[in-house]
């Protein structure tokens, strides 16, 4: 039988000393309990757990008034993290293997992410319902967030080795329709994603929560250099269709009924569309029909139909 480990909580009432950082306990009432996360197999592991009941406490500092603003200031590569909110993100996080640098959970929520993180070197800070939504600025609703370290991108040329059908996002500033589109790649069968150097970032929080985790699920990578890229995937084989409004374009149906053997989408934002650039390094331009005076579809929901058609 494998013995069952022992968690550690340390209670504080304020910020951590420098020799509390370093290891030392002068002043810390430190207190032993058991904490039994099985997994597969009836293996029990030890989750570093630390109860924390003051929202000054600088080991909360990466969950600090999670605005708008501090989000893309914690998101900016520099700093190198992002933040991943419900047990369901944060588990399809992991196994995609992304590291959490720390974890914040409420109590009623600590058997679920010990199952997540029971093996990994990782703070977990137990916070009472308060002191959660006093640190990061609105209910945690989900009951769990963590900080997770951001991982190096792949090239272009690494991410669709292998792929057929490809969905390129040029541009789209709005979280919540990236989030959408990730998760219209994931179930609707799009093997790789591309953002375009000036769209929203996949890992923020907003829309990591609207994909539903799925962020994690298909590989991506930023675009550094549009032409770059198109020649990547032009030596690849690929046949780039823009998704745009023209004269000279193709219904979706007509282009899929005779579809190259691979496929990159470039879908644009709602409201300006592709960019010239994006439209001019195309080899077909395709439109979806549409009807009732309506011209186009939010960008994640034009991607869901045209990868439906594509893969169908």
Avoid: C
Avoid at 123 to 135: F, I, L, T
Avoid at 204 to 221: I, L
Avoid at 276 to 283: E, G, H, V
Wanted: proline letters at 4%; aromatic letters at 4%.
């Amino acid at each position: 039988m494998v013995p069952d480990s022992s968690a550690v909580f340390d209670t504080l009432t304020g910020p951590p000393r420098a020799s509390l950082r370093r290891g030392g306990e002068a002043g810390l009432h430190r207190r032993h309990a058991r904490s039994r996360h099985r997994r597969a197999g009836g293996r029990v592991d030890a989750v570093h757990l630390q109860t924390v009941t003051d929202a000054a406490d600088r080991r909360l500092d990466d969950y600090r008034g999670l605005t708008d603003v501090a989000l893309r200031s914690l998101g900016d590569p520099g700093r190198g993290l992002y933040i991943a909110e419900s047990t369901k993100v944060i588990a399809r996080a992991v196994a995609a293997g992304h590291l959490p640098r720390s974890v914040l959970v409420q109590e009623r929520r600590v058997d679920e992410i010990g199952a997540i993180v029971g093996e990994l070197d990782v703070p977990v800070y137990v916070v009472p319902d308060e002191v959660a939504e006093a640190v990061t600025g609105f209910a945690v609703h989900r009951g769990t967030i963590a900080s997770m370290h951001r991982p190096e991108l792949p090239s272009v040329r690494d991410v669709i080795e292998g792929a057929s059908v490809v969905l390129i996002l040029e541009n789209i500033g709005d979280h919540t329709n990236v989030g959408a589109a990730f998760r219209a790649a994931a179930g609707l069968g799009a093997d790789a994603v591309l953002v375009a150097p000036r769209g929203a970032d996949p890992l923020y929080r907003r829309s990591v929560r609207v994909s539903m985790g799925t962020v994690f699920q298909v590989p991506w990578t930023r675009i550094v250099d549009w032409e770059a890229a198109i020649a990547d995937l032009h030596d690849a084989g690929f046949d780039i269709a823009a998704l745009a409004l023209s004269d000279d374009a193709v219904t979706l149906d007509a282009y899929v009924a005779d579809r190259p053997d691979r496929v990159a989408l470039v879908m644009g934002s709602e409201g300006d569309g592709l960019s010239r650039t994006a439209i001019d390094s195309a080899d077909t331009v395709v439109t979806i029909p549409m009807f009732g005076g309506v011209d186009s579809l939010n960008v994640a929901s034009a991607a869901a139909v045209a990868l439906w058609a594509v893969r169908r």
